[in-house]
């Protein structure tokens, strides 16, 4: 008996190396890595330059002295424990109710009682929501938070990083349990176990990965979210991504503290993503499977 080839299909590696062969690979590789590190790179270096070289004409790409000015100066301005607290409970507070809403309702939809039109059409709908430009809703939502009294409140922030990353999060999380077996939940009924201890004591455990990257794809939606920060925040609700912007006067750009602030609000979310990462980047292969 002769086996079957089975028809592969080939991967994006395989045609770029069938095509040009490891040279133009190893090509593409390093630019692809100095166009990712490059930004980084300067961010960091632009924090320890000393003023004077910050403002030269050509760029001063590598420091002749660290310096720590820029560093001195942010952490002797006032408030910016706060700033960093506030951007903290924003994004953490609308990421728990994203992704936990978010999971009971792609369940509900994927598992629910609904034809397959009516998932697809659930599907595009959470998209669109998520595509929309939001500053075409920034007179609306401020006339809306005024009118509840919650301006520079970060109840606010958190209902906005809440109404927009829901929508990601259902649309994620119908992908993953799309791809879940039925026959886990079958054997669960036959045990007695209803829709939402089936929910609670399956499906989220195996959903790990998945429920891991969602929320980190929120939190980092959400601790970056700059449009409705500067408009429902004045003082006490402030987040880093304003602060950052608050560099920019009419004097000029701060060089220095502008980056060395840009420092401190990506480190948390590169500590947060590196803890996770095996549990990230499961997920994220898990839900680009369909099937």
């Not at 770029?16 to 890595?33: D, K, T």
């Not at 075409?136 to 520079?152: E, G, K, N, Q, S």
């Amino acid at each position: 008996m002769k086996r079957k080839k089975k028809n592969r299909v080939p991967s994006v590696d395989n045609i770029i190396g069938n095509f040009a062969g490891r040279p133009v690979r190893v090509v593409l590789l390093a630019v692809s890595l100095i166009a990712i590190a490059f930004p980084l790179y300067w961010l960091f270096t632009s924090s320890v330059k000393t003023p004077g070289e910050c403002l030269s004409n050509p760029p001063v790409l590598f420091p002749s002295v660290f310096s720590s000015e820029s560093f001195n100066e942010i952490f002797n301005k006032d408030g910016l424990a706060l700033n960093f607290v506030n951007t903290f409970v924003v994004a953490a507070c609308s990421t728990v109710i994203s992704v936990f809403f978010g999971s009971m309702a792609a369940y509900a939809v994927a598992r629910g009682s609904i034809g397959k039109k009516a998932k697809k059409y659930f599907g595009l709908w959470f998209m669109i929501q998520k595509m929309y430009p939001a500053i075409a809703t920034a007179i609306p939502v401020y006339l809306v938070m005024r009118t509840l009294h919650l301006i520079d409140t970060r109840t606010a922030l958190i209902i906005m990083n809440t109404s927009f990353n829901l929508p990601l999060v259902i649309w994620l999380m119908m992908g993953f349990f799309e791809q879940l077996p039925h026959e886990l939940e079958e054997s669960a009924m036959l045990d007695g176990c209803g829709f939402t201890k089936r929910f609670l004591l399956i499906i989220l455990p195996i959903t790990k990965p998945g429920i891991i990257a969602s929320g980190i794809l929120a939190f980092v939606g959400a601790w970056n979210e700059f449009l409705f920060a500067v408009i429902l925040s004045i003082n006490k609700s402030k987040t880093l991504p304003v602060v950052i912007a608050g560099f920019i006067t009419d004097r000029g750009l701060d060089w220095g503290p502008m980056a060395a602030t840009a420092v401190l609000t990506l480190l948390p979310v590169l500590i947060i993503v590196w803890a996770a990462q095996k549990d990230f980047v499961q997920g994220l292969a898990m839900g680009a499977v369909k099937g």
